[in-house]
């Protein structure tokens, strides 16, 4: 009879261990940005054409694991000052009261809320977008395109996302006075994000 309780009692231990490892996540890989190999570029019509710009200057903190989406997170923060449509008059225009009013509204920020799996290695952020004064509920959706180790760093590892969406400026209010209309510059603004991360193992 003890000895029956005796081999019940590790039974159940070995089933509340293994239980306890099933339900262990591992932490959301911690991963920085490298920005000589990142963009952050959009594009937005001019009467008939569409003008490319890019900001250059941008900070993100990005906890990410596909198998690990509740601890997963995006939090990215924008210069707006580093707008460059490699046109120094039209980006001093910009960043003016006509539009992003640069000096008051320093920065455009994302933060997520939450990740979701989309299949196919494509996934959903949900989260907030602020630009100048103004936060709307934002779905940014981004691919991530692989990860590996990398060579050039002991125990490193590399990832690549991408990410394609468009918005619309007067949402935000980035146009006033005569620059609401979008007769000359369209209120659609495609932006393309190309990323790439490093994080050690």
Request: no cysteine.
């Amino acid at each position: 009879m003890k000895t029956s309780k005796k081999l019940f009692s590790l039974f159940a231990l070995a089933i509340f261990a293994v239980a306890s490892i099933a339900m262990m996540k591992m932490e959301a890989t911690p991963w920085t940005v490298d920005k000589s190999h990142s963009s952050v570029n959009f594009e937005v019509r001019h009467f008939f054409a569409k003008v490319p710009g890019a900001f250059e200057d941008y900070t993100a903190n990005v906890n990410f694991s596909p198998e690990n989406l509740e601890e997963s997170s995006i939090d990215v923060t924008i210069q707006v000052a580093s707008i460059n449509t490699k046109n120094e008059r039209r980006d001093g225009h910009l960043m003016s009261p006509d539009f992003f009013n640069a000096e008051e509204f320093p920065t455009i920020s994302f933060t997520s809320n939450s990740i979701e799996a989309k299949g196919d290695n494509n996934f959903v952020a949900y989260g907030t977008l602020t630009i100048k004064d103004v936060s709307k509920d934002f779905e940014l959706p981004f691919t991530l395109l692989g990860v590996t180790e990398n060579p050039f760093r002991e125990n490193g590892l590399v990832a690549g996302i991408s990410s394609e969406f468009q918005l619309l400026r007067n949402d935000f209010g980035v146009g006033t006075g005569d620059w609401v209309s979008d007769a000359v510059v369209g209120d659609e603004v495609d932006v393309t994000l190309n990323v790439e991360l490093n994080a050690t193992k």
